[in-house]
């Protein structure tokens, strides 16, 4: 009894840190492929199960952009997702600026780049596609 | 009594068309919250995920450092604070104030690839963390080798970013708040720091409305501060410093053009062109205004430690 439980923490603690490592490896590398002329500013890690139903975007965090600035929004999904990570911004009277998907023809993009005309702080709304359970990192960068 | 109701009716259709009309091109206008203070009460419910949205929406030196660069600024080691050292901080308030500080500082040093004099920065910031007990969240070996090397920016700036986030998330998670909260104000006031003693050299129209804009987060600043203003003289002194320049800022204006985004494809990859705009309107005598408050307060933040 006590061997199994000795064995289930050991086990259980592998995970914990094989996940660490498995993220840390999944923002490096979203930081590293953003682009030759990216420079990183934030990175947004990402963990959500599957939504109970259809609704809001569930990982929601406030960011401020700045006018006269182009920004990239790198979308990385972890392997073992079930759904695509995807985002939408928001301005401070909460309209759209801009989706990684097209409700209309269904696709994802892997990265958004945004012209940032107006100062402000903005709402970044990250979610996978149709509420599914994932993890990723959303890392964004400023383009030169 | 139809005629009444008629009257009625098209005056409210009329009201309703002119609101629709005019909705794609108004103006609305960033003001500061009614209250010049933020009560404590309020500012102490703020939640972990609030204070993190406030520590993201500060804007980071790396950006300012990259606006100076688009300006073809030249670097200047004048605008760093090189005549801190980190053996007199005795104070966890010093510690962390100049850690933010030096933060600042280093971001402006790795934009400008000027990493080989970073090593004297890199070692007061270790010594600061170590003092604050925060140390293990500065990998400052792998900093310095990315310093010295040159070789990969990217890496540099992603693990010297990384490292504060971290610090900031621990001393938040661990009760020490007051401390998270310096380190923020004092990334911040460098940052406005070299903005505005850059614009005294080089005035450029782009830097100068990003002076400005700092007015659309100075609120939060003082919200994140706010809790502590009774904590010790320090921190009180602190947030009427910032008041201070608050109160510099109060007059600037901030106007948004609303406009739908443009969204097209290129190379199978989403670019979206913000049509809506942000408008600062600040007078000479304000800016000289923010520039001097900024410089007194920097240098004095400065001379204290």
């Known amino acids: ?144 | 009594m139809i005629k009444g109701r008629s009257f009625i009716i098209v005056v409210l259709v009329l009201l309703t068309f002119n609101a629709c009309r005019n909705s794609s091109g108004r103006k609305a206008e960033f003001v500061f919250p009614e209250a010049d203070t933020i009560p404590v009460s309020e500012a102490e419910k703020l939640s972990t995920e609030a204070i993190e949205d406030i520590a993201r929406n500060i804007s980071s030196p790396v950006e300012i450092a990259n606006l100076l660069q688009s300006l073809a600024v030249p670097f200047s080691p004048d605008y760093l604070a090189s005549s801190i050292d980190a053996n007199k901080q005795t104070t966890s308030f010093d510690k962390a104030f100049t850690l933010g500080v030096l933060g600042a500082d280093l971001g402006y040093l790795n934009m400008y690839e000027k990493t080989g004099s970073s090593i004297d920065i890199l070692s007061s910031i270790r010594k600061l963390a170590e003092g604050l007990k925060v140390g293990q969240f500065f990998d400052f070996e792998t900093i310095k080798r990315l310093s010295i090397s040159k070789s990969n920016l990217d890496s540099l700036l992603f693990i010297s970013i990384d490292s504060y986030t971290q610090i900031d998330r621990y001393l938040r998670d661990n009760s020490r708040g007051q401390l998270s909260a310096l380190m923020i104000i004092g990334v911040w006031i460098e940052g406005q720091y070299l903005a505005t003693q850059v614009m005294t050299e080089y005035p450029d129209p782009v830097l100068r409305d990003r002076i400005g804009e700092q007015k659309i987060i100075l609120n939060d600043l003082l919200l994140l501060a706010n809790p502590y203003c009774s904590r010790d003289t320090e921190f009180g002194e602190l947030c009427r410093d910032l008041q201070s320049i608050k109160e510099k800022y109060r007059d600037v204006r901030i106007t948004y053009t609303l406009g739908e985004p443009v969204t097209k494809e290129v190379d199978g990859a989403l670019v979206v062109e913000q049509t809506e705009t942000s408008v600062v309107d600040m007078t000479d005598e304000q800016l000289a205004g923010i520039i001097e408050i900024t410089k007194t307060i920097r240098n004095k933040l400065i001379a204290n430690n």
């Open chain 1, 1 to 144: 009894m006590k061997k199994n439980l000795i064995t289930f923490i050991v086990l259980l603690s592998a995970g914990f840190i094989l996940n660490g490592q498995t993220t840390d490896k999944l923002v490096s590398n979203c930081v590293m492929n953003a682009g030759p002329d990216c420079k990183y500013l934030k990175d947004f890690r990402i963990q959500l199960s599957k939504a109970p139903a259809a609704g809001e975007m569930r990982y929601k965090a406030q960011m401020s952009l700045w006018k006269n600035t182009k920004y990239k929004f790198s979308l990385c999904t972890a392997e073992d997702s079930k759904g695509e990570l995807i985002l939408t911004i928001k301005n401070d009277a909460n309209q759209v600026v801009l989706s990684s998907f097209d409700a209309k023809t269904g696709k994802t993009y892997k990265s958004v780049e945004l012209t940032c005309n107006r100062s402000g702080i903005y709402t970044l709304n990250y979610d996978f596609k149709d509420g599914q359970q994932g993890s990723g990192v959303g890392v964004v960068s400023m383009v030169r």
